[in-house]
C-alpha cells in the first residue's frame, strides 16, 4: 500500500507524540529505572548546529540538496518531499512537498523519502561539509512503516545514514533496492566517493553480500542472503569499487536487534537513532531508541568500530590510504525494491561534537624552467597557513610523481618528516608538526626527482597536495618543467680543462693522438701546437670550449621510449684569450626558449641574459684580475655550458695608465744598459791605452 490517506495515519502520529500512549510509555519507562531520551530535544552538549530541522512543515530551508535516481512516487509525485500541508502556492525552499491528497497539519509532517510503491529511491545530502577533526553527532526519528503488500515480497527495504568525502559532496544517489542508495549492486554504482554507509536493514540485502562493490574480502557473519531487520556499516567505495561490510549487529554474541523492530506497525512505531563520529577515538558508534518492543525508550548500542583509514578524493575519485578524510558530508538515503514501504524521517539534527576552528591552508611550487634527462633537478613546495586561526594540527603533504618522473632522494624540509615516502613507487609523503599554533609560510619541502624518460620539448606537470584534519580544504600546486635535452655532469674539477668525451658507445683515441679513429666521427680538438699570444704559447685546445652536450651522429646511449632528436649545446667564446682587463663575448646554443641565462666565473656571475626564441643567448664576459685559466660556464634551468678562457700578461695593453708604467719601466732598464756599456766600454778604453803604453814603454827600453 502506498501512503495514500495520509490524514489517518498522521491522527495515530499525534496520539503517539501528544497523548496518552506517549505518557504512559515515559512514565512506564521511569518507572522501571531507563534513562529515557527525549526524542524532540536537540543534540546535547553540541559545539555547532549544521542541521536541525523537523521537517514538519510544509517548506524548508535546509541546507541541503536532494536526489532520487529519477524515481517518483507512485502517483507521480516528487521525492524527497515534506508531507505537511497546506501545499504551498509558489514552491519555496530547498526541499520539495509532497503534494499529498491529504497533507499532514502543520507542525506534525515529516520527510518522505519513498512511499509504498517498488524501486524508489532519494535523499537529502547536507549541501556543505564539516571537519573530521570535530566529529559529529546525528539523530533523527525513523519511520518505516505501511508495505508488505500489493505483490510485495515483503517490507523492503530501509533507510541508510551515509558519509561521503567533500568538498565537493556528492550530488547523486547509489542504487535502490539492498543498496539502500549507498553501495553498488553488480555493475551500478554506489555514491560517490563514499567513506561510511551505515544500513537500517528492513529486508536484508544491505547485510549480505550482494550489495558490496569489488575487492571486498567478506567476513565470517556476512553471507550471500538475506539477512533481515538488521544493522550493518559499510565502507568507503567508489564507483562500483569497495562499499565492504566492516561490522553489525549480526557480528554480536547476542543480537540487540532480537528485540528491536526497524519496521513498525503504523508511523508512531519508531526507532530513534545515534550516529556518532568520535574524533578523539576516531571511531564510529549507532544507537537505536526504539518506541516499542521489550527495549523501549532503552539506547542500544548495535554497531561500532574504528573509522577507516582510506577514503576515495571527492575531486580525484582516487583511493588515498593510510589517512582519514580531512572534510566529510552526510547525507540520508531510503530505497525500495521488490519488497516495499514507506519511509521517513523526521526531528533530524546534526552537530559538530567539537569546536575547532577551521584553519585554511595554500600551496606554492617552484623548480626550473627545464630540465635534461636524467638530470637531477629540485622541486620545491611551500605550504602556508592563510587563515587568522593558526594551526596546530599536522599538516600533510602527498605527491605522487608523474610516471616519467623519480626520486633520487628522499624529501626533506625543515621540521618535516618524509619518512613515510614510497621510493620505489615515487610517493612522496611528509609531515610537519607544529610546536604550537603556526600561522603564516611553513618550512618547504624540497623534492628531488629527475626526468626517467619524455619526448624533448614536452613539458611535465606535477602536483602537491597539503592538507590537515582541521583545514577547509585541501590545497594543491603544480610544477612543469620542460624536457629540453640529455644531461651529462659538468667537470668535476672547477678551473680544470676536460677534454671533451665521445659517447661511450663510440670510443675514440685521446684528441692528442696522430692517429684517426678507425671509423669517422666529429672533427676533435686542434692538436698543440704554438699560438700567437705575445707571452707564453699555450696548447690551442685550451681555449677550445667545453660543451655538456657533444653532437654524435648515433643515437645518444641513454633509454628513451620513442627516437628523439637532442638538441646541439654549446658555449664558445669570441676569444678564448685576453689579456688582464680585457672582455670577451660568452655565446651559446641549447637552452630552453626564453629560459634566464647566468654566467658564472668562479662561482661568481658575471652576467646575465635571456635566450631567444630558439634557445640561443650572447653577452659580454670580463674575468676578475689576475691571470691564468678560467672556467665560464652558463647554467639556463637543469643546462649546463662550459667553455675555457685564458688570461695571459701582455706588453701591448690598450690601457694608457698600464701603458705609461711599461714605458717607464722600459726607459729605466734602457738607461741602465746604456749607462753600463758606457761605463764599460771607457774602461776598456783605458784599458786598452794603459796597455798600449805599457808596450811602447817596454819597446823602449
Known sequence: MHRTGGASHRRQKTVARFGLLRALLVATIVGLGFVVLPIDSAVSGAATTLISDHFSHPTSTSNVNVASGGTTQTDGGPLPCLTAGPVPATPTGTIANCNLPSPDVDGSGALML????????????????????????????????????????????????????????????????GALGYAASGSTPG?????????????GNYSNSVSEGSGCTDPSWEHPYAQSNQVTVRGPGNGTIGYCALSSSLEQESD?????????????????????????????????????????????PVASGPLPDS???????????????????FAVAASSGAGNDNHEIDNFDAATKTDTPLTTLALSGTGPASAGLNGSFNMVFTPSVTSKQAEALPVTMDDTLPSNEALTAEPFGTGWDCSATDMTNNVVECVYTPTSGVTGALPAV????????????????????????????PASADVSVMLVSVFVPPPSTPNQPSQPQPPPTQPQPPPTQPTPPPTPTPPGPTPPGPTPSPVTPAPVHLFQPVTTVM????????????????????????????????????????????????????????????????????????????????????????????????????????????????FCVFVLVGVILLRGQFSTSSRQRRRRRRTAADILGTSGD
Open 114 to 177: 519513498t512511499d509504498a510503491g517498488f524501486y524508489e529511491e532519494s535523499d537529502i545530502i547536507y549541501a556543505s561539509s564539516f571537519p573530521t577533526a570535530d566529529g559529529l553527532d546525528i539523530n533523527f526519528d525513523a519511520h518505516m512503516y505501511g508495505g508488505g503488500g500489493d505483490g510485495s515480497i515483503g517490507f523492503a527495504d530501509g533507510i541508510s545514514f551515509d558519509l561521503a568525502t567533500a568538498p565537493p559532496g556528492p550530488t547523486t544517489i547509489g542504487p535502490p533496492g
Open 551 to 662: 653532437p654524435t651522429p648515433t643515437p645518444t646511449p641513454t633509454p628513451i621510449p620513442t627516437p628523439v632528436t637532442v638538441p646541439m649545446a654549446s658555449l664558445t667564446l669570441s676569444s678564448p684569450a685576453i689579456i688582464p682587463g680585457g672582455s670577451t663575448t660568452a655565446s651559446g646554443t641549447g637552452c630552453a626558449p626564453q629560459s634566464p641565462v647566468v654566467l658564472s666565473i668562479l662561482s661568481h656571475t658575471v652576467a646575465t641574459t635571456t635566450a631567444n626564441q630558439v634557445g640561443d643567448f650572447s653577452a659580454p664576459v670580463s674575468p676578475p684580475s689576475g691571470s691564468g685559466q678560467f672556467r665560464v660556464v652558463a647554467t639556463c634551468g637543469a643546462v649546463q655550458l662550459t667553455a675555457f678562457l685564458e688570461v695571459v700578461a701582455s706588453a701591448e695593453s690598450s690601457n694608457p695608465e698600464g701603458g705609461a708604467a711599461v
Open 191 to 203: 555514491m560517490p566517493h563514499g567513506y561510511l554507509g551505515v544500513g537500517f536493514d528492513e529486508f
Open 446 to 473: 624540497t623534492i628531488p626527482t629527475k626526468f626517467t624518460s619524455g619526448t624533448i620539448g614536452s613539458s611535465v606537470t606535477d602536483t602537491a597536495t597539503v592538507f590537515s584534519s582541521d583545514s577547509l580544504a
Open 311 to 329: 577514503y576515495y578524493d571527492a575531486e580525484t575519485g582516487d583511493l588515498v590510504s593510510g589517512h582519514i578524510p580531512p572534510q566529510l558530508t
Open 256 to 300: 540487540p536487534m532480537d528485540s528491536i523492530q526497524l519496521h513498525g506497525d503504523d508511523f508512531s512505531s519508531y526507532v530513534h537513532v545515534e550516529v556518532v563520529i568520535d574524533p578523539t577515538s576516531k571511531t564510529y558508534s549507532v544507537t537505536l531508541t526504539p518506541t516499542t518492543g521489550a527495549d523501549a525508550g532503552v539506547a542500544v
